[in-house]
């Protein structure tokens, strides 16, 4: 815990300004807005202890033009601080079971389709493109299915710490594309604040695209990706 202090002290660019800190409150804001949040006071009626958790993870994502850090965060520990003020609200607001499955299932066969695809729960395995076509395969579809379900996976964020939590999430999203633009573009050795940028918009677009898709469109890509990932597992044998 020292060490990891320690290093979040050295790097401070990464606390106060990218990718935590205040390009994070902004980027939330507009998060919040593009979401239909317009009572801007209602966004400050949080406590730390809900924004916190969503803005250490952000903080810790390895985006490609975040400053360099000793210390990676796994995909499962970056999901749960990420809904954490979700969780929260479990405890006063009742449980909607089919919304719970609506939104969640698909999560969960897109983070078990990027695991299989990268081999490792590491969110830094995210910005390596596998060379092998299935993984790319698998690595694509899980991308797609988590984008597709982030829209029914959090309420409206109508405070700051939904609205980081929707932030968050979109940006692991962006982390496959990012790679993906790197890889298959000249861009990224030029310009890579472009490719950040870039991965960004299209994560929040697809965001916005999926809200208004039918339900069915998000069951048949989990089930894709249970499948794709099922399929890794066996050419791993």
């Known amino acids: 815990m020292t060490d990891l202090l320690g290093a979040l002290g050295q790097a401070w660019v990464r606390v106060l300004i990218f990718p935590g800190g205040l390009s994070a409150f902004l980027l939330s804001l507009l998060v919040a807005y593009i979401s239909g949040c317009r009572q801007v006071e209602r966004l400050y009626a949080v406590t730390l202890l809900d924004v916190l958790p969503p803005l250490c993870a952000i903080t810790l994502l390895p985006l490609v033009t975040a400053p360099s850090f000793p210390y990676g965060l796994d995909l499962p520990t970056a999901l749960v601080l990420l809904l954490w003020p979700v969780v929260r609200r479990f405890a006063t607001t009742p449980l909607d079971p089919p919304r719970l499955i609506e939104g969640y299932v698909p999560l969960l066969s897109a983070m078990l389709a990027l695991i299989s695809a990268t081999a490792t729960f590491d969110l830094g395995g995210l910005l390596r493109w596998p060379t092998a076509l299935p993984y790319q395969i698998a690595l694509s579809i ?96």
Not at 170 to 177: A, D, K, N, R, V
Not at 216 to 226: C, E, K, N, P, Q
């Open 142 to 237: 899980g991308t797609i299915t988590w984008l597709a379900a982030l829209p029914y996976l959090l309420p409206p964020p109508t405070d700051l710490a939904l609205a980081t939590s929707r932030l968050g999430l979109i940006l692991i999203g962006s982390l496959p594309i990012s790679t993906a633009l790197n890889v298959y573009t000249e861009i990224g050795s030029t310009l890579p604040w472009l490719i950040t940028a870039m991965s960004s918009a299209t994560a929040i677009a697809s965001t916005i695209a999926f809200g208004s898709a039918p339900a069915s469109v998000r069951y048949v890509l989990a089930g894709s990706a249970f499948i794709t990932a099922g399929w890794i597992l066996g050419v791993g044998q």
